[in-house]
Nanobody, 115 residues
């Protein structure tokens, strides 16, 4: 069974940075798309960023220019570098993978942006 384990979340002050990691239990070479979603309390889960096997990245407008998604196939790991964090970035961040749409999800890691 495919397992995705997120890490790197925590408490950070506004304007700070965090790097989230997602370690997959199997090779990610076979999956075309990996991504990150997030969910804040009382809100629906939203797509944050995706990256294809070819390295093409997409971002939600709210994080464009601040977040960077990357993948390391050799380490079977996907990253989300988050800079200039804002309080509205607070939420549980989920790693996903799939071929054309998410089919596997991690358990999530909490990100809290607050003074």
């Amino acid at each position: 069974q495919v397992r995705l384990v997120e890490s790197g979340g925590g408490l950070v002050q506004p304007g700070g940075s965090l790097r989230l990691s997602c370690a997959a239990s199997i090779s990610i070479w076979r999956f075309n798309v990996m991504g990150w979603y997030r969910q804040a309390p009382g809100k629906q889960r939203e797509l944050v960023a995706t990256i294809t096997s070819g390295g093409t990245a997409t971002y939600a407008d709210s994080v464009k220019g601040r977040f960077t998604i990357s993948r390391d196939n050799a380490q079977n790991t996907v990253y989300l570098q988050m800079n200039s964090l804002k309080p509205e970035d607070t939420g549980v961040y989920y790693c996903t993978l799939g071929y054309f749409a998410p089919t596997h999800w991690g358990q999530g890691t909490q990100v809290t942006v607050s003074s």
